[in-house]
């Protein structure tokens, strides 16, 4: 099974290898004319989140994986009850650019004046904590187990980077 889906040349004139068999085909021919399988033309998808690009994309820009020929296969709803795929969508997650020791530290210094939720963006909650003092001192300490344990988030709903 060849990788190179760009047009090479053979005997003079370019041609298209199939994916599948590996045949010979004319540079856009949506189909083998060996074998019937469907070639890719001029477009790339990503393995991981499924995302479509032009043919020129190396690497996703949503979850960083490489990015491979064609359009993604269809999934049936048994794949999206497989641990295979519910672990793939849990590694590559996008995290915020907010780092989760600065939050903690900024937390566990001056979290009662609510200025790690001005760090990650939360300006709303922060002006809450800086007025009533963390919210009396028990959001403060909810925030510093948060974001030990990593499930604090910045503005956008993103998990904090570098947590473990």
């Not at 020929?69 to 996008?94: F, K, N, V």
């Not at 210094?109 to 904590?129: C, E, M, N, P, S």
Request: include cysteine.
């Amino acid at each position: 099974m060849s990788d190179n889906y760009e047009p090479i040349y053979s005997r003079g004139r370019a041609v298209t290898t199939c994916p599948n068999c590996g045949a010979e085909n004319e540079p856009r021919s949506n189909f083998c004319a060996r074998c019937g399988a469907k070639i890719p033309n001029g477009r790339c998808h990503c393995p991981d989140c499924g995302r479509t690009y032009a043919d020129d994309v190396a690497y996703c820009t949503n979850c960083g994986a490489k990015t491979v020929p064609g359009d993604p296969p269809r999934r049936t709803q048994e794949y999206y009850d497989t641990y295979e795929y519910r672990e793939s969508r849990s590694r590559r997650q996008p995290t915020s650019e907010k780092d989760w020791l600065v939050a903690l530290l900024l937390c566990i210094l001056v979290g009662a004046l609510g200025v790690h939720r001005f760090y990650v963006g939360k300006i709303g909650t922060g002006i809450l904590w800086l007025i009533t003092g963390g919210c009396f001192l028990i959001g403060w300490i909810v925030d510093i187990v948060m974001i030990a344990n990593g499930s604090f988030t910045d503005g956008d709903g993103l998990p904090l980077k570098n947590i473990r």
